[in-house]
């Protein structure tokens, strides 16, 4: 058995930036437009106007306040609301493949190694942009890694998912290096025309190199161990699928976009979250005032803030627990990663570090890493 390293991570920024202030002026525009063509249903009480949304109700609601996207001209036309995209012909890279390339080029970089040092790859995210040809494998011919290519999902806890099953295979001898790329493409399914909602998700691509730990480079963090839970919940949901179709659906029905009962996900997974991270470093004889830093999932400043008092009695500083949803936004698996990426830089040989990210399903991912 190996001893397996995150050697590096990589990333891709998408070009395009919506500010709050942006975000509201469209939504504002589009509320004034729906409510103005259903006045009289409005006057006779048939019909709930749609609330204006403000900068500070996003702000207060989620501590986000600006997210990149991949177009944002569809996303804050009142009349259109959602990304406009083009048409690829099959024969031309796809978008969720192009930015995990751009990303695993980052992450390969930055430990000093070729596409020829890797055996496979998994690309895992909270949708994929189409079920077959795995978007791995087109990512994976690509970059010209040999070996295997899978897709996975788990929603926002992809990244840490696929993590596992990165570090079973270098650890076992199956793979010498792993890559983990997570295309988060989250603009299109995000309902833009509900207030409760239109601010979460942002776009990003995140790459993590896994390889054994003798391949690694000096400073990289070793693998301590992984741990998976999931748990059935409705809370958070989309129904969209190829048997919609089937079903008559209108792609248009509020279940065929990202939904959630948003209180309901505080209540379950902060207490969730914060048990399964106390058990898991306590596998390893560690205690959360002994890790160094957390690299929390990034959805909800508020979820992070009640996880960080649970697991260290007292409120987490910034040094604890990085946040970095006020410029990202929510981007599913990406965030724990981006704020690895981001914020590890300053470990010194021996500290303690604890990825963990959380999502629908319910699921629950961590990785526990030491600097090398």
Not at 33 to 39: D, F
Not at 66 to 87: I, W
Not at 140 to 147: E, M, P, R, S, Y
Not at 153 to 174: D, R
Request: glycine share 6%; charged share 25%; hydrophobic share 40%.
């Amino acid at each position: 058995m190996h001893r397996v390293a995150i050697s590096s991570t990589g990333i891709y920024i998408p070009p395009e930036v919506i500010t709050n202030e942006e975000l509201v002026a469209s939504f504002n525009r589009f509320a004034d437009q729906e409510n103005a063509m259903h006045a009289a249903e409005i006057e006779a009480g048939t019909r709930t106007p749609i609330a204006q949304s403000s900068v500070e109700f996003i702000e207060k609601a989620s501590g986000i306040k600006r997210r990149y996207v991949m177009e944002k001209s569809g996303v804050l036309d009142p009349l259109r609301m959602r990304p406009k995209f083009r048409a690829r012909p099959d024969s031309e890279i796809s978008m969720m493949a192009e930015i995990g390339v751009a990303a695993a080029r980052d992450a390969l970089a930055r430990a000093g190694k070729k596409p020829e040092d890797v055996d496979g790859l998994i690309c895992a995210a909270a949708n994929m942009q189409r079920a077959y040809p795995a978007m791995a494998v087109e990512i994976q011919t690509a970059l010209g890694v040999k070996g295997f290519g899978f897709d996975m999902n788990v929603a926002c806890s992809s990244a840490t998912f696929a993590i596992e099953l990165a570090v079973n295979a270098v650890k076992c001898g199956s793979a010498r290096a792993v890559l983990v790329v997570d295309p988060e493409i989250t603009s299109p399914h995000l309902a833009w025309k509900d207030r409760d909602c239109h601010f979460i998700f942002g776009d990003v691509c995140t790459a993590i190199l896994i390889e054994r730990l003798d391949d690694a480079p000096a400073g990289a963090f070793e693998v301590l161990g992984t741990r998976l839970l999931t748990t059935f919940s409705n809370n958070i949901r989309n129904n969209a699928g190829f048997m919609s179709r089937s079903e008559d659906r209108n792609p248009d029905d509020r279940d065929q976009l990202f939904y959630q009962e948003g209180r309901k996900v505080f209540k379950e997974v902060c207490p969730m979250a914060a048990e399964h991270m106390t058990r898991h470093l306590a596998e390893h004889d560690l205690l959360p005032a002994g890790v160094r830093r957390f690299w929390l999932h990034q959805a909800n400043l508020s979820m992070n803030q009640l996880i960080g008092r649970k697991l260290l009695g007292h409120d987490a500083t910034a040094d604890d627990a990085p946040v970095i949803l006020d410029e990202f936004g929510n981007t599913a698996s990406a965030g724990s990663i981006i704020s690895f990426h981001r914020h590890h830089e300053d470990f010194k040989a021996g500290d303690v570090g604890m990825i963990c990210s959380f999502g629908a399903g319910y699921s629950i991912g961590s990785v526990v890493v030491r600097r090398t």
